[in-house]
């Protein structure tokens, strides 16, 4: 047997080689913390299929960005809780709603933080589905003009930057102008451009207690089983406006995350969602994995995929273990 030349292991000799070859790294810079706000005050309630992710009201909400910021975390993004629910899903969209509210709080206590929201009407709609309901199903239309509100307000109140999740056709386009004729134009739209209809969002509908109550998001949200589609997907947001273009859930979806990386130039976010991070959870509790490494193996994954940015609940465990070891 010839010996080979090449050998693979010389790279993975000690520590300083590995370090000085590894090819993906993730930061707290690549990290959104998603936050789920309620009204009252003080108000910290944990939400059962999520350890360590809470529902918390305005004022926590401002403690807690300040901590984040402090961790080296430099964006949330906001989900709405909000006190009443109508079939119009009313307090997406007024001044005075949940998130509208949180904005201005945190924003004018905390410094120099990304504040990005949410835009769509599940988490504000009785029934539970991302728009307006007529004859069952959900009207792409009507429920564009209340996305553009939705989003206006949330940019008048002082959001950051914009992320509509619904999976309504041309509602990016809709919102970049109407954000613009608001006088918003240098507000980015962050877009769910390739979001799969999924299972892995079950305890995330817990959380905001938006379950749909008849039906499924079938018609609006895509086919895990399709891949081209995706790419029709992305190029609609991409053409009609969109800066960062998202892949959700994360882990499945990797596959769809190269390939957007390899077919579009703007910054790619992937969402890893609360049932990657709730399995995760479950599986520690158990005993079965090693949760932290199991964490940082997948957000490494996400990343190496060609994610640049990462909306994931695991932000804060992450910042403060980066903390930990810095000053350790
Ligand atoms: C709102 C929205 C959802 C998620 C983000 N935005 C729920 C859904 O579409 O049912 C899910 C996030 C998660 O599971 O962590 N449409």
Known sequence: MTPSLRKPRRMRQGNLIRDMVRETIVTTDDLIMPLFVCPGTGVRQAVGSMPGVDRISVDVAVQECAELRALGIKAVILFGIPAEKDPLGKEGYCDHGIVQTAVRAIRAAVSDLMIITDVCLCEYTDHGHCGVLIDGDVDNDATVDLLVREAVSHAKAGASM???????DGRIGAIRQGLDQAGFSHIPIMSYAVKYCSAFYGPFRDAADSAPQSGDRKSYQMDPANSREAMIEASLDYEEGADILMVKPALPYLDIIAKLRANF??????Y?????????KAGEKLGWIDGTRVMMESLLSIKRAGA?????????????LQREAQEG
């Open 272 to 280: 890893h969602v609360s049932g990657e991070y709730a399995m995760v």
């Open 308 to 320: 640049d940015i990462i909306i994931t609940y695991y932000a804060k465990e992450f910042a403060r």
């Open 265 to 270: 130039s703007t910054p790619i976010a992937a």
């Open 162 to 168: 914009i992320a509509p999740s619904d999976m309504m």
